[in-house]
């Protein structure tokens, strides 16, 4: 196991809209959230809270790289300072201890730099300016390609005296958000594609917690396609916590459509289907609304017509996180969060014979209904046991 001079992180949160009461919520469960993910990484750890921050210290060794890839998947947190710690003493070997972070952090020390001192025990013999000010000579003295810039630093040191000395300066980005669990529940409609993955990220990102349902028509959708979609719901599961995967059997569903509606307005009766299905399923689990992974304009069933048609069946909200989005900025994303591998794979979400050539491009809300009306008498029966059948697994 590696083991790291860093003994401990600063942990950093945005605290825009968590003022007063709000600000307990929020740090409990962020605290709670990075206990959680720490679990996966090799160490000991406690997360403890100071004066309105949040520290997570390695009680002996630790695996630096798989703490800060763990802490990099807690949404609610924006920067994670490794900080360096040395035992409180007198001014020079604080001094030292500081040179001995910069030659750590900095194999070839040429920058401008500013000292930001704070002392928690307001006995030390100096004040928070004059420990900056040692502490910045010293430096200057010891590693002459540093110059001080009190306006624009390149590095802000931040040294503080607490019941150790901590040292750290700039800090890993996280992925920013609020913590999973402190803005409810909701449904993510999620397919095998790039989208709808990239979708739920972005929805838990804002703190709720995620539900999926998937769609599947054997055998005219393979197993494998199935098992994608559940290796995606892991994969986001990881910023997300366990998600709840409804697998819906829609076999049924679709070839009554095919049979009784246009086969130009297939994929457009069939989403609406999807979403009677999903809203269903949500209120049963406690969500407060749905989310899908569409896009402004980037298929047949996503123009801004499809969407009116494809809403007017839902009372829930409908959260469309990527409606402004670019294909490639939905990729980039996907990129990043480590989704794109697994959605690229062949394996199909939706059988080729159920999809128009030529699918209506602006349906009429007007006639989409009046020929679900061809359906009914049987529909309301196969969509019953669509949602009483569904299979649950936990993604995690
Ligand atoms: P994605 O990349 O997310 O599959 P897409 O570009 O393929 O999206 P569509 O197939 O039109 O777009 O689907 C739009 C949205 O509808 C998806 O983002 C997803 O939220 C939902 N969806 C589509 N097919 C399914 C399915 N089989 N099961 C669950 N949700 C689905
Ligand atoms: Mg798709």
Redesign the pocket.
């Known amino acids: 196991m590696e083991t790291s001079a860093f003994g401990a992180f600063l942990i950093k949160y945005a605290e825009i809209g968590i003022k007063g009461k709000n600000r307990y919520v929020f740090e409990d469960a962020l605290m709670g959230k990075i206990r959680e993910r720490l679990k996966s990484a090799e160490g000991d750890f406690e997360v403890t809270k100071s004066s309105g921050r949040i520290f997570v210290h390695a009680s002996g060794g630790y695996d630096y790289e798989e703490t800060v890839d763990a802490l990099k998947t807690v949404f609610g947190i924006c920067e994670i300072c490794p900080m360096y710690e040395a035992p409180v003493s007198d001014i020079k070997t604080i001094g030292e201890a500081a040179a001995e972070y910069i030659r750590m952090t900095f194999p070839e020390p040429d920058f401008s730099f500013k000292v930001f001192a704070r002392r928690a025990d307001k006995s030390y013999p100096l004040t928070s300016m004059e420990i900056a000010s040692e502490i910045g000579g010293m430096l200057l003295q010891k590693f002459p390609s540093l110059r001080v810039d009190v306006h624009e630093p390149e590095v802000k040191l931040n040294v503080e005296l607490r019941e150790k000395v901590y040292f750290y300066s700039d800090g890993i980005p996280g992925p920013g958000g609020m913590p999973v669990g402190t803005n409810g529940r909701a449904m ?10 990239v ?1 739920g990220y972005m929805i838990a990102k804002r703190g709720v917690v995620i539900d999926a ?4 028509a054997p055998p005219y959708t393979s197993e494998r396609a199935r098992q994608k ?1 559940e290796d995606l719901a892991k994969e986001i599961a990881v910023y997300t916590g366990p998600i709840r995967l409804h697998v819906v059997n ?1 076999t049924e569903i679709q070839l009554y459509i095919y049979e009784k509606c246009p086969h130009d307005e297939l994929t457009i009766i069939m ?1 609406r289907y ?1 979403m009677r299905i999903a809203e269903m399923l949500a209120e049963k689990n406690g969500c407060f609304g749905l ?5 402004l304009g ?2 047949a ?2 123009t801004i017509q499809s969407l009116a048609v494809t809403n007017e069946v839902c009372r829930l909200p409908v959260f469309r996180p990527l409606i402004g989005f670019d294909k490639n900025e939905i990729i980039e994303i996907s990129q990043r969060i480590g989704t794109y591998e697994t ?1 690229i794979l062949p394996f199909e ?2 059988c080729t014979i159920f999809v128009a050539k030529h699918p209506v491009t602006k349906p009429n809300p007007g006639i989409i209904r009046r020929h679900e009306g061809n359906l009914s008498g049987k529909i309301e029966e196969l969509v019953k046991e669509a949602v009483e059948t569904a299979d649950v697994v936990v993604a995690e």
């Open positions: 993510l409609l999620l397919s095998g594609g790039i989208d709808s993955p979708a349902v998937y769609f599947h979609v829609f989403r999807m989310i899908t992974g569409e896009s980037q298929v069933s996503q959605s979400d939706c």
